[in-house]
């Protein structure tokens, strides 16, 4: 019960104090003795009327004794200390919403990607440094580093606590965006749905915060509709592709969110690459899917990115709409060879085509590249099964 | 917030320029030297006037040319007084070298 408090109010909070204190890492103490005041606190008399106000003001006031015993600071401190009477008093109407400008900071093209995305879901997802550590796989010890260089930057260079101007919105907004959909790869790619899931709440957010901006539903929609078939996504440890797949076990009303968000995102105007994957998701939950459709709309998203991997996609819809020779083709002409999924593709291809030979040495190159175990599970039955 | 804007220039930028080209140029660093917020500001000469220094065996050594053989050469600076990273970003844009190959450091001034 406290746990989600606590988890909700964290964003804001942190916000509110970066915000007042002007300085991410004094917030983040502060933020931090709050919270543990509050645990010890609430947990014997309950919680108080208004607990973010509550929270806001007790981090303020921590913050300002501690800068008091800080002669370094001593500027800093007369400063504060002309606001201090009123903010006693404060209550939830009197603190505003700053966590936008908390996601700009976070999401700065001038941190490292990595530094970015392990300070958005501190700051903004409220995770642990060593939960963090734990999803990119690196030591505790590690991503203190990451974190606290990053909040130095911000502090030396001063990377402004800001909502980017009209006219530099679109571009920081899709770094913000990128970081998102990082954090959501990382955990569908590498079965950590616990990421997933904080990539779609900072979706959420996101989507409320910037009501008006196209590619946030869509790129909200994208992650509901990947993430509504996770269930089904493997069956006993072993990769399941998507004509195999379950669909009972689809999450419907996630679906339906998804097709809700990208039809919001399209009459916003959303054309980028989030609007049209999520179109091609949405697609795929169909129950016959629209091959022709997919497929053109690879070709898109293939003119949108320019990648070789888009176009490996596309051949997978060629396969279904002019047979597996025309797709392998297509696979054919990519130079991707170091990709594990386009010896997997080809591989597929080849094995509709009766070439048996041939899948079997393309499964073998796509074994040896694979990255994790229900890849592995898969391509050996299908190996066993040729 | 105070910054120096360091600027690399990608050798051979300006081969091939016009001098009315070269004067364009050289009008767009003035006019920045002559914003309001830039309080410094220097161009350096050729990298192949430089002259290295370094110590030895406890003695001088002294090597023709710059610091290190590299893919840019620092070719001048600014210094900014800025309100914060973004508004640096911003006068760094419009330095030429970047736009002609070349790349501009924004580094934080020490403050004692």
């Not at chain 1, 700065?108 to 409220?126: C, Y």
């Not at chain 1, 911000?154 to 913000?176: C, E, H, K, Q, T």
């Not at chain 1, 996101?206 to 993430?227: F, G, S, Y």
Request: hydrophobic letters at 45%.
């Amino acid at each position: 019960m406290l746990d989600q408090v606590f988890r909700d109010e964290w964003p804001r909070v942190l916000a509110s104090l970066t915000g007042f204190l002007g300085d991410i890492d004094l917030a983040e103490e502060a933020a931090q003795e709050a919270f543990a005041v509050a645990a010890e606190r609430w947990g014997r008399d309950g919680p108080p009327a208004s607990p973010r106000a509550w929270l806001v003001v007790t981090g303020r006031n921590r913050a300002i004794d501690r800068l008091r015993r800080d002669r370094v600071l001593a500027e800093k401190t007369r400063l504060l200390d002309q606001g201090r009477s009123a903010e006693v008093t404060a209550d939830e109407t009197s603190i505003p919403d700053e966590r936008l400008e908390l996601v700009f900071l976070c999401c700065h093209p001038a941190l490292a990607p990595e530094a970015q995305v392990a300070l958005t879901l501190r700051s903004l997802g409220g995770l642990s440094t060593s939960e963090i550590a734990r999803a990119f796989l690196v030591s505790d010890e590690t991503m203190k580093r990451r974190l606290s260089r990053a909040r130095n930057k911000i502090r030396a260079a001063a990377i402004p606590f800001a909502v980017p101007r009209a006219d530099l919105l679109p571009a920081r907004l899709s770094a913000v965006l990128s970081v998102l959909y990082l954090i959501f790869n990382q955990g569908y790619g590498d079965g950590r749905p616990d990421l997933a899931a904080e990539a779609i709440r900072l979706g959420r957010l996101l989507t409320d915060l910037l009501p008006d901006q196209p590619e946030v539903p869509a790129l909200l929609a994208l992650m509901l509709l990947h993430d509504s078939r996770r269930a089904s996504r493997t069956r006993d440890g072993e990769l399941v592709p998507l004509p195999e797949q379950d669909r009972r076990a689809w999450d419907t009303a996630q679906i339906g969110q998804g097709r809700a968000l990208l039809d919001r995102a399209t009459a916003l105007g959303a054309r980028g690459p989030y609007a049209v994957q999520a179109a091609i998701a949405a697609l795929q939950t169909e129950p016959e899917i629209d091959w022709p459709a997919v497929a053109a709309l690879y070709g898109r998203l293939r003119d949108l990115v320019g990648s070789p991997v888009v176009e490996l996609n596309r051949a997978v819809a060629i396969a279904e709409t002019d047979g597996p020779a025309a797709a392998l083709a297509t696979v054919d002409a990519l130079d991707l060879d170091h990709y594990r999924y386009f010896h997997s593709t080809r591989a597929e291809l080849l094995r509709r085509l009766g070439d048996v030979a041939a899948a079997r040495a393309a499964y073998r190159k796509a074994l040896d590249l694979a990255t994790t175990d229900p890849e592995r599970r898969f391509l050996r039955r299908r190996l066993t099964e040729l | 917030m105070r910054y120096a804007l360091l600027i690399n220039e990608r050798p051979g930028a300006y081969v091939g320029l016009s001098a009315d080209e070269r004067a364009a140029i050289t009008a767009e660093y003035i006019a920045l030297r002559h914003d309001e917020r830039v309080f410094a500001g220097r161009r350096l000469e050729p990298a192949d006037t430089a002259t290295t220094v370094r110590a030895a065996g406890g003695e001088l050594l002294l090597t023709d040319g710059p610091f290190a053989d590299t893919k840019e050469i620092f070719g001048g600076f600014y210094l900014v007084e800025a309100d914060n990273l973004d508004v640096a970003v911003e006068l760094a844009a419009r330095i030429p070298a970047v736009r002609m190959g070349g790349s501009v450091e924004i580094r934080p001034l020490a403050e004692y």
